[in-house]
């Protein structure tokens, strides 16, 4: 782990990937090339309408409100986004179709009577919402059925069309083409853009057109890319030969309806601007970080061969027009990539003293970088100690050596203030192939390290070690006595699970006493669903802590270490086993884990149950797991938060001295 992580700290690595995705921009392999195709349609969502919802006569709640945001889509199926406020604080509500009277939703308020909840057309499932069909909505109380709100969505239609993208890439890692396209008529904006990469090229290529506000021009002077979509195209280099062909990619809608409500933002319940107040109305921003902007859109890269041949520029696109005949409509413009060149090793051991070098050089234009950074870690009874040297051309290296660079290949050593080397070896060397990920350990290490300071010593041109520079030390955090176990069990292709167990010491900075300790026992499961029936895969959970009780009411997490456990379904029968993971000192999730235990292979149905070994190693029942609701109980419920009581003093939080990247 920890040679994976010094390794991602090298800048090349991070320069190369980020060239990479310049070169493989887009997620959707385009279909196989069919008889060069006129022009596409496109596909996708309306713009979202509100409807109010109003007390039925004799309500039992007069307070009540709430608001159904509508999108229709062109296949006539609806998309409801309900929101409810001044309901009765922590109630669970049902949304019904009236003429039916089938349940769509439930939902629970929070302390302020407020909820959210989304519901969408479910497919071909039996026991889907069939939305289309429901023109007339009630909320209601779950446990008597009585109804607070209702709202009447029969007149709602197709409104505005929304925003629309069409991604695509072919090809392969070395040799690909990728094709962006986005248009929203509501702002009057076009884009046409097209990026090719040739293996071995020393640039890659694009093809940018687009219209703002009625100024610029779209390939084959077309309205709107959606003239463009779904058309045959072709790219061709300087001598004729066909690099790639197929189709252009299909429209689909941009899902922009939950990015930010300001309309019904309640800005008179900012008490105090200065100090932020209480955000009494802060749910009603939106759900910033939950919006389906890209739909189902993959972005894997390209998933098919590389073309066959030897292709030099100048590369002509050519696209079909409304009479399907190939059309030249220009040339991909070359982008120089930078230069960029790296070397990375390992050395000592790895269970012991150990250290990584990373050089690094990137040349683009007139700029250019260098870095030489050195890591050694000294393993100990209480932790870790680290030390580093990070040298750029902004320091100043010794004058046997011109740049870092000149620093590969070179035999080095880390000396301790004692001047014995600890660690030895030989500089790695100096090229290009960041994608290099089976870095073994070289050289030797003392079995000691001895005292700091701890310099490094490379070999000049004659030969002599000289002294490079002092490592400083590295702060790796102290996370005191924390221990967790984390494991995966079942099938990764059909039923699975995973259990977290943490215990780590309380923080005096959040009110904790210095001998408190927080524990807590997570276990997720996930039933996969059925892909000829469209029925999404279940997720299901149960959470324990040391406030609310441990399961088999234990003192402490480390009593559960290693029993053996059972998730039930409803006839008792166990579709989910093995034995709960060990506790270890510090963070267990950088490791690579198998799945393990067993899982039926089928769920059967709800409610599924958790049943851990006791002292005597009998089964007992622990409890039900609970639904998980992603439409709703993922999303942050902010009413909740007491912002008044957070102490905000960043001071003291040490993050050490050179957190995350070393230059």
């Known amino acids: 782990m920890q040679s994976r992580t010094r390794k991602q700290r090298s800048l090349s690595l991070v320069v190369g990937r980020w060239v990479m995705g310049l070169c493989a921009v887009g997620a959707l392999v385009a279909g196989a090339p069919d008889a060069y195709a006129a022009k596409g349609k496109k596909k996708g969502k309306k713009r979202p309408q509100e409807v109010e919802m109003v007390q039925p006569a004799h309500s039992p709640d007069v307070d009540a409100n709430g608001v159904v945001r509508v999108t229709v ?28 009277d089938a349940v769509l939703g439930t939902v629970r308020t929070n302390k302020k009577g407020k909820a959210k909840l989304r519901i969408k057309d479910g497919g ?27 709202a009447d969505l029969s007149r709602v239609e197709a409104g505005e069309e929304e925003p629309a993208a069409g991604f695509a890439i072919l090809g392969g890692e070395e040799t690909n083409l990728s094709f962006s396209l986005f248009t929203d008529p509501e702002y009057e904006f076009e884009e046409f853009y097209a990026s090719l990469c040739i293996d071995g090229a020393d640039a890659f290529y694009d093809f940018s057109a687009f219209v703002e506000e009625g100024e610029g021009d779209l390939p084959l002077g077309v309205d ?78 390209p998933t098919g061969e590389n073309p066959v041949g030897q292709f030099d520029a100048p590369f002509t696109l050519e ?67 680290a030390y580093e040297l990070f040298l750029s051309e902004e320091d100043t290296l010794p004058a046997a050596f011109t740049s870092a660079a000149d620093l590969a290949e070179r035999a080095f050593e880390i000396r301790n203030a004692n001047g014995a080397a600890v660690i030895t070896g030989t500089l790695p060397a100096f090229g ?38 002092e490592l400083e030390e590295f702060d790796l955090g102290d996370f005191g006595d924390f221990r967790s176990g984390f494991a995966l069990y079942g099938n990764e292709d059909g039923i699975q699970g995973s259990v977290e167990m943490d215990a780590f010491p309380g923080c005096p900075e959040w009110g904790d006493d210095e001998d408190e300790e927080h524990q807590s026992f997570y276990l997720s499961l996930c039933i996969p669903g059925d892909d000829d029936t469209d029925t999404d895969e279940l997720l299901f959970d149960l959470y324990a802590d040391g406030e609310s009780g441990l399961p088999l009411d234990a003192e402490s997490i480390d009593e559960l270490e290693g029993r053996a456990f059972e998730v039930r379904n409803a006839d008792g029968d166990a579709i989910l086993s093995g034995d709960l993971p060990d506790l270890t000192s510090g963070f267990g999730f950088w ?73």
């Open 124 to 150: 071909r499932r039996s026991d889907a919402p069939k939305l289309a069909e429901a023109d007339d909505l009630e909320v209601t109380y779950e446990d008597d059925g009585e109804c607070v709100l209702e």
């Open 591 to 663: 490791e690579d884990f198998d799945f393990e235990g067993s899982a039926a292979d089928e769920a059967g149905s709800a409610p599924y149950t958790l049943f851990l070994a006791n002292d005597a190693g009998t089964l007992t029942e622990i409890d039900d797991l609970a639904e998980v609701d992603w439409d709703a109980d993922w999303d942050m419920d902010w009413d909740d938060m007491d912002w008044d009581d957070m102490d905000w003093d960043m001071d003291d939080f040490d993050f050490g001295d050179d957190w995350g990247f070393g230059f």
């Open 73 to 100: 889509q062109n296949n006539g199926k609806r998309k409801l986004v309900i929101k409810l406020r001044d309901l009765d604080p922590k109630t669970r509500y049902e949304v019904r179709d009236a003429l039916t």
């Open 224 to 301: 709107s890319v959606e003239d463009l979509a779904e058309r045959a195209f072709r790219v061709t280099d300087v001598d004729g030969d066909v690099v790639f062909e197929g189709d252009l990619p299909a429209l689909e809608t941009l899902d922009f309806e939950d990015f930010g409500d300001f309309d019904d933002m309640d800005w008179d319940d900012f008490d105090d601007f200065d100090d932020m107040g209480e955000f009494d109305d802060f749910d009603d921003m939106g759900d910033f970080g939950d919006f389906d902007l890209f739909g189902d859109f993959d972005f894997d890269g």
């Open 432 to 469: 290009n192939d960041w994608e290099d990920e089976d870095i073994e350990f070289t050289g030797t290490a003392a079995t000691e390290a001895g005292a700091a300071p701890f310099d490094l010593f490379v070999a000049d041109d004659d030969g002599l070690m000289t002294d490079v520079g």
């Open 319 to 385: 696209i079909a027009d409304a009479d399907g005949v190939l059309t030249d409509v220009g040339t991909f413009e070359a982008i120089e990539l930078p230069d960029f060149q790296f070397g990375f090793g390992l050395y000592g051991d790895e269970d012991g003293i150990n250290a990584s070098v990373a050089i690094d050089t990137v040349t683009e234009g007139d700029f250019s970088m260098e870095a030489f950074e050195v890591f050694l870690e000294i393993p100990g009874d209480d932790g870790s100690s």
